[in-house]
């Protein structure tokens, strides 16, 4: 009996007590091996790209900048202005000191010998190339006012930055502001530092209050909803009975007061029929608390992701910065239909780099290789949070406390030797609906510039997308869900899904409440964090000696305060709801492996998640007693 209940719940086996663990991982087969060599040979072809567009690119066009003409700045030779050509400046409009004609486009930059200054006032020298002579022209303009036609007494300036030169009429300023901005930033460096504390203060407060009070605070959430729909449809109302309102005004206000009584309502509802799901989900989300705080480990999986990905996006910009130096310029036509542009006694032709099919099918290619790769970082990072937390979950208890080894590295290890090709796959399903998604967006994009005032294409746009986000979420949501069972279970890809299908199936209920009410805690939680760093931050800027007079900018200190909090508390949660939607699928396969009633969750949640499951058998046993007396029935003979 033994042997088939193992064999029946692949990946556990029962300790001398009887009860399901977590077999030995290391005993594990790997997983859609396939899958790895498949990205193996993609990453091939992505490194094929990667060489062939650093073969071929000309990377001037990046390091110098090229003008409207496609010459690039301070380079001799048929590709280039000239070497003393070597700054790049963009006039905004044109004035025409020299030359007595000009018809280029606004905002054509030009490669410029020195740039405009006071000092000269706003005078620049540059060269074109004459379409008729075919040969290099010489001309000079004088940067205006783009209000008045006097010089002005502070002209466009020019930055250069490396070997290119960058101008604008705010330059200076935005310099300036910029030494400000960091000179604020180190004078409250400590205020900062102090911040960061109190983040990680607000989310020990929060993780205490979940592991202690989270009850209270969950009802307080389901009741506050309930209250504000309940308010928000008395306001309602009360607008439509007063004073100075038209008839539709009335209507108008009446109607969302009606659909927000309606909404209550059906909040009231689910909240009487969901009792014990509400109090199942309170019980995993306390759970969860105490697997991340035992678990510390995995706080640095975000991190560790986060530093995979900025490689990756450092590699993906390199190789598409290779890329688009692999083109041609070519002549833009303009707004008349013609490709040249008169400009003093010769013919310009504005140019643009173009690409050919090959190089947008290498484009393509290497992109759809970034989103794949980025979304295997996601679900490495998705599937140790999950080995940890199940492992955490199945492991034995010893004088009430979990026996742990290194759960966190060993599940780290299990991914990349074991699961690697299941991690791939489930990336891959993720990557192609992401591509859909962006060709769909680009798509309607297209259909909404050709018909901007069309009903029926905004309708179509609108359903196009929905469908395609809609599409997206559900395979974000399979995919990261199959680890976990992938984890538990050590089941491939589809195997893990049909596994997540028969779970949900089993409890549904209580799935959906959990994750939802978790999905709120979670933006309540993260929001808190936030409100509570900034105001703490702010507390001490204002009352506290000697910060409150030490910091120059406490603006520009609490903005900085806000990225931290908002990033490490996207770290946290990132990981507190990976391990709640682990523990809740743990608490079922618990308790479909021992008799209906989990027998590794903590003190007290036995008793309450056995009560469920036995309502939830009484419902399927009424359910299939009644199809048999209806089945006997139309087989009985006629008297």
């Given at each position: ?14 300790d001398e007590n009887g009860v399901f663990r977590i077999a030995d991982v290391n005993d594990r ?580 998640m056995k009560k469920v499951q036995e309502e939830n058998q009484g419902k399927i046993d009424a ?17």
């Amino acid at each position: 009996m033994g042997g088939e209940d193992e064999k029946k719940f692949e990946g556990f086996s029962k300790d001398e007590n009887g009860v399901f663990r977590i077999a030995d991982v290391n005993d594990r087969k790997c997983t859609d091996f396939f899958c790895v060599l498949a990205f193996i040979i993609f990453w091939v072809g992505m490194i094929i790209v990667w060489i062939v567009s650093a073969g071929n690119a000309n990377y001037d066009y990046i390091s110098k900048g090229y003008q409207f003409d496609g010459k690039i700045c301070g380079l001799d030779g048929d590709l280039g202005v000239g070497a003393e050509y070597k700054n790049l400046y963009i006039p905004g409009v044109w004035i025409d000191g020299a030359l007595t004609t000009y018809d280029l486009p606004t905002n054509a930059s030009i490669c410029v010998k020195e740039c405009p200054t006071a000092a000269n006032l706003g005078k620049y020298e540059g060269k074109f190339y004459d379409e008729g002579s075919k040969s290099m022209k010489d001309f000079t303009g004088q940067a205006m006012s783009a209000t008045t036609s006097t010089v002005l007494g502070t002209v466009p300036v020019c930055s250069q930055i490396g070997n290119i030169t960058v101008s604008g009429a705010t330059t200076a300023q935005a310099e300036n502001g910029l030494r400000v901005a960091l000179e604020g930033v180190v004078n409250g460096a400590g205020v900062i530092a102090i911040g960061c504390v109190f983040i990680l203060v607000g989310i020990l407060i929060f993780n205490t209050c979940m592991r202690y009070c989270g009850g209270i605070i969950i009802w307080a959430v389901i009741i506050s909803i309930l209250t504000f729909l309940t308010i928000s449809g008395v306001f309602f109302f009360s607008l439509a009975n007063g004073d100075d309102i038209t008839a539709d005004q009335k209507n108008g206000y009446q109607g969302a007061g009606i659909i927000c009584f309606i909404l209550a309502l059906i909040w009231a509802i689910v909240i009487c029929v969901s009792r014990n799901a509400i109090a199942t989900a309170i019980m995993i989300m306390e759970e969860t608390t105490h697997a991340v705080t035992e678990l510390k480990g995995m706080y640095l999986l975000p991190i560790f992701k986060t530093f995979l990905v900025f490689i990756l996006l450092i590699y993906w910009i390199a190789v598409s910065g290779n890329l688009a130096c692999n083109g041609t310029m070519e002549p833009v036509v303009n707004a008349n239909h013609t490709e040249g542009y008169n400009f003093g006694t010769g013919v310009v032709k504005e140019k643009e780099m173009k690409y050919s099919d090959d190089v947008m099918y290498m484009f393509y290619y290497h992109f759809f290789g970034y989103l794949w790769t980025m979304q295997l970082f996601i679900a490495l990072m998705h599937f140790t949070i999950a080995s940890s937390v199940a492992q955490w979950y199945f492991a034995p208890r010893v004088n009430g406390q979990k026996e742990l080894g290194s759960t966190v590295w060993t599940a780290f290890k299990l991914s990349w030797v074991k699961h690697l090709g299941t991690m791939i796959f489930g990336s891959l399903v993720v990557a192609i609906a992401e591509a859909i998604r962006m060709m769909i967006d680009y798509m309607t994009e297209q259909m909404e510039k050709q018909s901007p005032n069309n009903p029926g294409t905004k309708f179509l746009v609108c359903l196009l997308r929905c469908c395609a986000r809609c599409i997206e979420n559900c395979l974000k949501y399979i995919t990261k869900n199959a680890y976990i069972f992938t984890a538990m279970f050590g089941y491939g890809f589809c195997n893990a899904c049909y596994k997540l299908f028969s779970f949900l199936g089993n409890a549904p209920l209580t799935i959906t409440m959990a994750q939802s009410l978790g999905g709120i805690i979670i933006k309540l939680g993260r929001g808190f964090v936030i409100v509570f760093s900034l105001c703490c931050t702010f507390a001490l800027m204002t009352y506290v000696d000697p910060w409150k007079s030490s910091v120059s900018s406490p603006y520009l200190v609490l903005v900085v305060v806000f990225i931290l909090a908002l990033v490490i508390a996207t770290i946290f949660f990132e990981v507190f709801g990976m391990s709640m939607n682990t523990l809740i699928m743990c608490f079922i396969a618990d308790s479909n492996m021992n008799g209906g009633s989990p027998v590794n969750c903590g003190d007290g949640m036995s008793e309450k998640m056995k009560k469920v499951q036995e309502e939830n058998q009484g419902k399927i046993d009424a359910r299939e007693k009644g199809k048999a007396t209806a089945n006997a029935a139309y087989a009985a003979p006629d008297k």
